[in-house]
């Protein structure tokens, strides 16, 4: 406790210097949790735009093909292709919409009826039948019913045909097959005979297990690219792997920036270190001649950059909390994410890289007063 002492007061003694090197210890940590927050909060941000959980396998018709719908006889190799897992077909429009005195456009998304609850989940109401006239609304549509006229029981005019809204449709967000939230979904049977088409925009493979998306995209592959390519096959996992690999360089390029200052911080803290030794070469002679092992001169010097470091630390955790707060209301959206396990343990780890930092600047300068001559230093002026 001796030393221990003896750095406290050193540091007070000193105490602009020191409070210098403590506001770098606490810039740096700031920077590097910050930085980890934001990071993290990105990768949440995609993982909540993304609706897939990497069980969606999507065909496309491939580009120069010469066809961008598919026919009832290609969706029926896809079924095969696929085996036991759901094939959802759907078809797209864009479409002008009126619903009373409010008109307005809408993307429109068609379906088999008895798919529909399958690839989307509902917030209220019941899922439309290929027996009547009904649909359903995105939930974003629903949100600006005030605008749109759109909500449930509502009635829609869509050309010369009224249907009604049954459901409302679960907010989906971004996804890599469709975008039903600022859409309305109608049952296939209607749209077919409504628009006079028989074909199919996409195929939505929705698999059982998600072991076998890879053997189940190669199975559509084959089938349908056996002699020329017909199908441009996605597989969301794939992606979403991709997706969240460039959140994860994302964080650590962030972090890096902070470590960088923090680095800086830790000079700092070698130079308030070096600068205490040349002062006390005296001090240090004393201490020495007094019987003051060398090991112990070094505890001492390591206590001041320890003691620097746990208040810089500790001061930009505190800090770092508030920080991460407004980046994560104001450049994300969303301040919940910082209240994510991880998000919370950037702070942790930038207090700890502070204080690892601190303690590694002060090792040189605590072993060069360990290893000063007593006697040289007793007649140092």
């Given at each position: ?30 920077a ?14 995609f ?117 009604r ?113 040349t ?28 003691i ?20 994560t ?6 301040p ?20 690892i ?18 006697i ?6």
């Open positions: 406790m001796t030393f221990l002492d003896l750095a406290r007061r050193n540091i007070s003694r000193h105490w602009l210097r020191s409070t210098l090197a403590v506001i770098g210890i606490v810039i740096g940590v700031i590097i949790a910050s930085m980890g927050i934001l990071g993290n909060s990105i990768g949440l941000m993982d909540d735009m993304v609706s897939d959980v990497g069980d969606t396998i999507v065909v496309y018709p491939a580009t120069g093909s010469g066809t961008t719908a598919f026919t009832e006889r290609q969706i029926t190799d896809i079924t095969r292709a696929a085996g036991s897992n759901r094939v959802i077909p759907v078809a797209s429009t864009f479409d002008s919409i009126t619903v009373g005195e409010t008109k307005s456009g809408a993307m429109i998304y068609a379906m088999p009826a008895a798919d529909i609850q399958f690839l989307l989940d509902k917030e209220a109401g019941t899922y439309p039948r290929d027996t009547g006239a009904g649909c359903m609304i995105g939930s974003r549509l629903a949100a600006n019913s005030k605008e749109t006229g759109l909500k449930l029981g509502a009635r829609v005019r869509i050309g010369d045909e009224t249907l809204v049954t459901g409302v449709l679960a907010e989906r967000g971004m996804g890599f097959d469709i975008n039903p939230d600022y859409a309305i979904v109608v049952p296939y049977r209607w749209y077919s005979n409504h628009y006079d088409r028989d074909e199919y925009d996409l195929v939505i493979v929705k698999v059982r297990d998600v072991k076998d998306i890879d053997s189940v995209r190669e199975a559509i592959e084959e089938r349908m690219n056996r002699r020329e390519e017909v199908v441009n096959v996605m597989d969301t996992k794939a992606i979403l792997e991709s997706v969240f690999a460039a959140a994860d360089s994302i964080t650590v390029f962030l972090m890096g920036i902070g470590a960088i200052s923090l680095i800086v911080a830790g000079v700092s803290i070698l130079n308030v270190m070096m600068m205490s030794v002062e006390r070469i005296k001090e240090i002679g004393v201490l020495r001649s007094i019987g003051t092992r060398r090991n112990e001169v070094m505890r001492m010097f390591i206590y001041e950059a320890l620097l470091g746990v208040v810089g630390a500790v001061i930009g955790g505190v800090l770092s909390f508030g920080t991460g707060y407004l980046m209301a104001v450049l994300v959206g969303s919940d994410y910082l209240y994510n396990v991880k998000s919370l343990l950037y702070i942790v780890f930038g207090m700890a890289f502070g204080i930092t601190s303690v590694a600047s002060g090792i040189y300068p605590a072993w060069k007063a360990a290893h000063l001559n007593p040289q230093a007793l007649r140092h002026e």
